[in-house]
Protein backbone atom coordinates (compact mmCIF):
# COMPACT_ATOMS: atom_id res chain seq x y z
CA UNK A 1 0.00 0.00 0.00
CA UNK A 2 1.27 3.87 -0.50
CA UNK A 3 1.40 6.48 1.66
CA UNK A 4 -0.27 8.91 2.76
CA UNK A 5 -1.32 11.28 -0.73
CA UNK A 6 -2.12 14.91 -0.20
CA UNK A 7 -5.06 16.64 -2.33
CA UNK A 8 -6.19 20.01 -2.48
CA UNK A 9 -9.96 20.50 -1.36
CA UNK A 10 -11.11 21.42 -5.09
CA UNK A 11 -9.17 18.23 -6.19
CA UNK A 12 -10.90 15.96 -3.41
CA UNK A 13 -14.00 17.57 -4.88
CA UNK A 14 -13.29 16.87 -8.27
CA UNK A 15 -12.66 13.24 -7.12
CA UNK A 16 -16.50 13.36 -5.21
CA UNK A 17 -17.72 14.36 -8.74
CA UNK A 18 -15.97 11.34 -10.53
CA UNK A 19 -17.33 8.55 -7.99
CA UNK A 20 -20.50 8.76 -9.81
CA UNK A 21 -18.89 8.25 -12.85
CA UNK A 22 -16.51 9.09 -15.74
CA UNK A 23 -16.81 12.81 -17.20
CA UNK A 24 -15.16 15.01 -19.70
CA UNK A 25 -12.92 17.36 -18.06
CA UNK A 26 -15.30 20.49 -19.77
CA UNK A 27 -18.33 18.84 -17.66
CA UNK A 28 -16.07 18.84 -14.36
CA UNK A 29 -14.79 22.48 -15.06
CA UNK A 30 -18.45 23.88 -15.17
CA UNK A 31 -19.81 21.71 -11.74
CA UNK A 32 -16.49 23.30 -9.63
CA UNK A 33 -17.38 26.32 -11.36
CA UNK A 34 -13.37 27.01 -12.23
CA UNK A 35 -11.75 27.38 -15.34
CA UNK A 36 -10.81 24.19 -18.32
CA UNK A 37 -7.10 24.92 -17.71
CA UNK A 38 -7.84 24.97 -13.92
CA UNK A 39 -9.31 21.72 -14.08
CA UNK A 40 -6.69 20.28 -16.30
CA UNK A 41 -3.83 21.51 -14.29
CA UNK A 42 -5.99 19.24 -11.23
CA UNK A 43 -6.22 16.29 -13.63
CA UNK A 44 -2.54 16.26 -14.30
CA UNK A 45 -1.54 16.16 -10.79
CA UNK A 46 -4.29 13.42 -9.80
CA UNK A 47 -2.78 11.75 -12.96
CA UNK A 48 0.65 11.72 -11.56
CA UNK A 49 -0.18 10.02 -8.19
CA UNK A 50 -2.60 7.52 -9.68
CA UNK A 51 -5.80 9.04 -8.68
CA UNK A 52 -7.85 9.45 -11.74
CA UNK A 53 -7.42 7.88 -15.12
CA UNK A 54 -7.24 9.98 -17.97
CA UNK A 55 -8.60 8.02 -21.79
CA UNK A 56 -9.81 9.38 -24.93
CA UNK A 57 -13.87 9.37 -25.32
CA UNK A 58 -15.03 6.12 -27.08
CA UNK A 59 -17.54 8.11 -29.71
CA UNK A 60 -15.64 10.91 -30.07
CA UNK A 61 -11.66 10.52 -29.96
CA UNK A 62 -11.04 14.21 -30.13
CA UNK A 63 -12.66 14.59 -26.38
CA UNK A 64 -10.61 12.80 -22.96
CA UNK A 65 -12.65 11.36 -20.29
CA UNK A 66 -11.75 11.24 -16.52
CA UNK A 67 -12.17 8.32 -14.69
CA UNK A 68 -11.87 8.05 -10.41
CA UNK A 69 -9.04 5.14 -9.74
CA UNK A 70 -9.47 2.40 -6.80
CA UNK A 71 -7.44 4.11 -4.54
CA UNK A 72 -9.01 7.67 -5.13
CA UNK A 73 -12.92 5.86 -4.31
CA UNK A 74 -11.26 4.27 -1.57
CA UNK A 75 -10.42 7.87 -0.24
CA UNK A 76 -13.66 9.29 -1.02
CA UNK A 77 -15.37 6.71 1.06
CA UNK A 78 -12.93 7.21 3.95
CA UNK A 79 -13.05 10.64 4.06
CA UNK A 80 -17.38 10.53 3.71
CA UNK A 81 -17.00 7.34 6.44
CA UNK A 82 -15.27 9.91 8.68
CA UNK A 83 -17.03 12.94 8.17
CA UNK A 84 -20.53 10.40 9.33
CA UNK A 85 -18.58 9.50 12.67
CA UNK A 86 -17.85 12.76 13.50
CA UNK A 87 -21.14 14.18 12.82
CA UNK A 88 -23.02 11.51 14.26
CA UNK A 89 -22.98 12.05 18.13
CA UNK A 90 -23.67 15.53 17.36
CA UNK A 91 -26.89 14.74 15.44
CA UNK A 92 -28.07 12.42 17.94
CA UNK A 93 -27.87 14.59 20.25
CA UNK A 94 -30.65 16.64 18.57
CA UNK A 95 -34.42 15.75 18.32
CA UNK A 96 -36.11 14.13 15.27
CA UNK A 97 -37.52 18.06 14.56
CA UNK A 98 -34.37 19.53 14.89
CA UNK A 99 -32.88 17.13 12.42
CA UNK A 100 -35.81 17.68 10.14
CA UNK A 101 -35.54 21.54 10.20
CA UNK A 102 -31.87 21.49 9.62
CA UNK A 103 -32.42 18.91 7.20
CA UNK A 104 -34.66 21.42 5.30
CA UNK A 105 -32.09 24.46 5.74
CA UNK A 106 -28.97 22.21 4.25
CA UNK A 107 -30.84 21.00 1.16
CA UNK A 108 -31.70 25.09 0.51
CA UNK A 109 -28.20 25.79 1.37
CA UNK A 110 -26.94 23.26 -1.19
CA UNK A 111 -29.48 24.11 -4.04
CA UNK A 112 -28.46 27.82 -3.32
CA UNK A 113 -25.15 26.76 -3.39
CA UNK A 114 -25.21 24.75 -6.29
CA UNK A 115 -26.76 26.92 -8.44
CA UNK A 116 -24.18 29.79 -7.94
CA UNK A 117 -21.57 26.63 -8.62
CA UNK A 118 -19.99 26.19 -5.10
CA UNK A 119 -21.25 23.26 -4.34
CA UNK A 120 -21.96 21.68 -1.42
CA UNK A 121 -21.50 18.25 0.55
CA UNK A 122 -24.34 15.93 1.49
CA UNK A 123 -26.57 16.02 4.22
CA UNK A 124 -28.33 12.44 4.27
CA UNK A 125 -27.62 11.72 7.95
CA UNK A 126 -29.60 14.12 9.18
CA UNK A 127 -33.00 12.30 7.55
CA UNK A 128 -32.51 9.51 10.10
Known sequence: MRGPVKITLPAYRLLVLLS?????????????????????????????????????DSTDGRHRVVSISRRSSDIVDAVARERALLLAPVLDRLSRAERERTRQVLDRLDRELSASRIGAPEWNRLSS
Open 20 to 56: SGPQHPKQLAAELGVTRPAVTQMLATLSRQRLVTISR
